[in-house]
């Protein structure tokens, strides 16, 4: 497994999602005093090491 691919990945989901939160309260989508938007970055960075670990066990084969 790679560690660095899996750190990576869930800092770019964490990135991801936070900006996505930031962009719905700049927009007025959601309050700036939602929950929504701590549970945003956190789902992000869940998501990311998740995709992370998935890409990681994938393996390449040679022909």
């Known amino acids: 497994m790679k560690v660095g691919r899996i750190i990576s990945t869930a800092v770019l989901g964490f990135l991801l999602f936070l900006f996505v939160g930031i962009d ?5 989508v959601v309050a700036l005093d939602s929950i929504v938007l701590t549970l945003f970055p956190l789902l992000g960075l869940v998501a990311g090491t998740a995709l992370g670990v998935a890409v990681s066990k994938r393996r ?3 022909t």
Not at 24 to 28: A, E, I, T, W
């Open 24 to 28: 719905l309260v700049l927009f007025g």
């Open 60 to 62: 390449t084969s040679t």
